[in-house]
């Protein structure tokens, strides 16, 4: 009798291990479904913002510095060979990646119905300086972040982030430039009033 006892009681224990086993890991699983749940919501390549059709300057330059294949709108539509005014233009991209733990996403089922392992970005940093002879007559910098999740079965290609944070760092300066376009176009006529009787002694 002591003996079948004991065997029970130890059974018992048994089934309660088990039991709580399969507790934890159920709660694993919940826990890292409800962190990847989050990761669902991270925002995709940002879209672009509605914006009025790109227009030239209201006065033309010639590129001193950049790729003429690679230029905000607003500039490439405003270039000349043969003016004295000279646009400089750089962009610089970097990279960055974020992921889930592997911990957390080897034992989740969500991994494998799809769920964000991570994010992928890219941000672009540009600078402009328009000037005339030795005078800068603007520059202007601008950032722009861009990223998109990836799943087991999908990810963003580092040609497609890279091509959304040049336009978007792209346009940021041309609104600049749009917003300071009077006033440029007002430099750039005193600058050329300024030159003209030093020409003609």
Not at 49 to 74: C, H, T, W
Not at 139 to 152: F, G, I, R
Not at 156 to 177: C, F, G, M, Q, S
Request: charged share 20%; net charge positive; with cysteine.
């Amino acid at each position: 009798m002591m003996v079948a006892g004991r065997r029970a009681r130890e059974a018992g224990r048994g089934k309660r291990g088990v039991a709580r086993r399969a507790a934890f890991t159920l709660t694993l699983w919940f826990a890292a479904a409800g962190v990847l749940g989050c990761s669902v919501q991270q925002p995709a390549v940002a879209p672009a913002l509605a914006q009025a059709p790109a227009r030239p300057l209201p006065f033309k330059g010639r590129l001193a510095d950049g790729d003429a294949s690679e230029l905000p709108p607003a500039v490439a539509m405003s270039l000349s060979s043969t003016s004295a005014v000279e646009f400089f233009y750089r962009e610089e991209l970097t990279h960055d990646e974020n992921h889930v733990p592997l911990s957390i996403t080897a034992f989740a089922p969500a991994t494998y119905a799809g769920a964000p392992l991570g994010d992928r970005g890219v941000t672009a940093f540009a600078s402009l300086s328009i000037v005339e002879g030795d005078k800068v007559l603007g520059d202007y910098t601008a950032t722009a972040h861009v990223s998109k999740s990836y799943s087991l079965y999908a990810e963003p290609t580092h040609r497609e982030l890279e091509h959304a944070a040049r336009a978007a760092v792209r346009e940021k300066i041309d609104r600049k430039l749009y917003r300071d376009a009077d006033r440029l176009a007002q430099a750039v006529a005193g600058a050329g009033s300024l030159a003209t009787p030093a020409a003609g002694q």
